[in-house]
């Protein structure tokens, strides 16, 4: 099974903006969050009959997330004031349904906030209709204590966790052969399970920060992994290890040394563009990106240069003006650019991996701004392609075949690869030879270069290795990976240095241009050479 199939039982909404009627919705997040964890989500209209078969068909796991409040009657109460229904009447019984279904049929199954609360009511349970809305429950992040045995526990492999809650109903009477698995700190029930059934039912939402937070994203992966494997438990074990995919997002701290040096005040400031999470980001992404992230920082600071790193997947920290106001740019690899953005079609984004639109929107703007004001650019792997699609040129989606570019499924993905380079580029001069042996693990590379850009590398099978702007001060696309800790050392401080070496240029001719008449400008600021201020080799954002 390449990608397991995700049912998520859509809510029908009366009032849908750019709709002229009702329809079936989901949010977003869920969304993402299953696409993130390798598998398919697929929206259920609730009209349809989960009695039927054909209904169940090509489903590999369910999704029941939150959404209006249950009808009291359906537990045996009249419906106090506040209480907020479904806009449709046959919304509830569709979605019980569903979840008995799929216990029936032992399809794994995640129940979210209103999804474990009709797990409750399936099996005979009641709801506390309201709780009190100044607590932490509504729109907070609180922790939550795992009960020991639980398959949630397993999952999440710890016994406490902080979370997101938004909610005015909680469990009450529990319905029959239902276990309580997680508490909040005033009692209420957070999560339940069912004894034997591939089921987690928790009462806050992991869509909310899944995105961030592996404690949120793992509950989607084990799902997906039990879609996959058809084995619950030993889902929960993968995940918990981190063999499915470990979705830490790299942190600051990972790519900079303890003692940090120091340099002078006017010391050339390079921001460092490197996804730090993206979709699909597992346990070898992650090493990776760290490793080749700490690999460059560690080079830039060698040449003299501070290191402010900007996450471009990260909307939280993300900031346009980082990158506008550091005197040269340096883009690294990460996942695939979403094809749209250069005109591929569907079977281009059936091909691609790690996308994340915001991210790649992000960073077109970033090389943009960089070359709008000429500072120097450096762009590796998918930078290039970032710099390529930015100046309107076009990607090929999936190099066939690619065992020169990258290692064969179940192999390392970075493989050696002998490139030529054109003697009269930049990359030639600073390389000093035509036939150099790379580092490379890439399935996608430039087909049609942007405006300005020339090609200026070629695999044996002329692929596009490298490209530079003919009317830029200095900027130079990269397809491999000259970072790469394993590979020619001298290769890579070499290209450094000549990237810093351009940075000081352009910050001692703009204070040559800016400084009063009269007044020497052999320097950036106050002059590198007789500044005795200084400041740390990283100027991290947030």
């Given amino acids: 099974m390449d990608k397991p199939i995700i049912g998520v039982t859509g809510m029908v909404s009366s009032s849908i903006n ?28 609730p009209g349809g009959d989960p009695a039927s078969d054909d209904h169940w068909e090509g489903l590999d796991g369910l999704v029941v997330p939150g959404g209006s409040d249950i009808n009291p009657r359906l537990y045996g109460q009249d419906p106090i004031e506040g209480v907020t229904l479904t806009d449709v009447d046959y919304q509830d019984e569709y979605d019980l349904a569903m979840l008995r279904g799929a216990i029936d049929r032992r399809l794994p199954t995640l129940a979210i906030c209103r999804g474990m609360q009709l797990l409750n009511v399936a099996f005979g349970g009641d709801l506390i209709q309201h709780i009190d809305t100044s607590s932490e429950h509504v729109g907070s992040i609180h922790p939550v204590e795992l009960e020991d045995g639980t398959l949630v526990r397993r999952i999440l492999g710890k016994p406490n966790v902080d979370v997101s809650s938004y909610h005015h109903q909680a469990a009450g009477r529990l319905g029959e052969g239902l276990l309580p698995a997680a508490v909040a700190s005033d009692g209420t029930i957070e999560a339940l399970e069912l004894a034997g059934a591939p089921l987690v039912a928790v009462q806050w939402h992991p869509e909310d920060r899944a995105r961030t937070d592996r404690d949120d994203q793992v509950l989607f992966d084990w799902l997906a992994e039990a879609a996959r494997t058809g084995d619950a438990e030993a889902a929960a074990d993968a995940v918990s290890s981190g063999s499915t995919g470990d979705h830490r997002r790299v942190s600051l701290h990972e790519l900079f040394p303890e003692d940090m040096p120091e340099f002078p005040a006017d010391a050339p400031e390079v921001a460092v563009v490197a996804p730090l999470y993206y979709p699909g980001f597992g346990e070898e992404e992650y090493e990776l990106i760290r490793d080749y992230a700490a690999s460059t920082v560690s080079a830039l600071h060698a040449a003299g240069a501070r290191v402010v790193v900007v996450d471009p997947g990260n909307p939280e920290t993300r900031r346009l003006e980082d990158i506008e106001r550091a005197d040269g740019v340096l883009y690294l690899g990460g996942g695939d650019i979403d094809p749209r953005l250069y005109g591929g079609d569907a079977e281009a984004v059936a091909k691609s991996s790690g996308v994340d639109r915001e991210s790649d929107e992000f960073s077109v703007a970033g090389i943009r701004a960089t070359l709008e004001r000429d500072a120097p650019l450096l762009a590796v792997c998918r930078g290039s392609q970032v710099m390529n699609v930015a ?11 690619g065992d020169l570019h990258h290692g064969a499924k179940g192999e390392p993905m970075f493989v050696d690869e002998e490139i030529h380079l054109d003697p009269e ?37 002329g692929t596009v290795e490298g490209v530079e702007h003919t009317s830029a001060r200095w900027a130079l696309g990269l397809q491999w990976h000259p970072e790469d800790p394993v590979g020619n050392h001298d290769d890579f401080r070499a290209i450094i240095e000549e990237f810093v070496s351009q940075v000081r240029t352009v910050m001692r001719e703009r204070a040559t241009a800016q400084a009063p008449a009269g007044e020497p400008g052999d320097g950036a600021g106050a002059g590198v050479a007789e500044s005795d201020e200084r400041s740390p080799a990283m100027a991290p954002r947030s």
């Fill in 18 to 45: 750019g709709l002229r009627f009702s329809g079936a919705v989901v949010a977003t997040a869920v969304l993402e969050a299953i696409v993130r964890s390798g598998a398919e989500p697929r929206i259920l209209f």
């Fill in 391 to 401: 100046l309107g040129g076009t990607l090929i989606p999936d190099l066939v075949p």
């Fill in 425 to 461: 580029s930049k990359i030639g001069r600073i390389l000093g030879r035509r036939e150099v042996v790379v580092r490379s693990g890439h399935h996608q590379a430039v087909e049609e270069p942007g405006q300005n850009l020339r090609v200026v590398a070629r695999a044996l099978d």
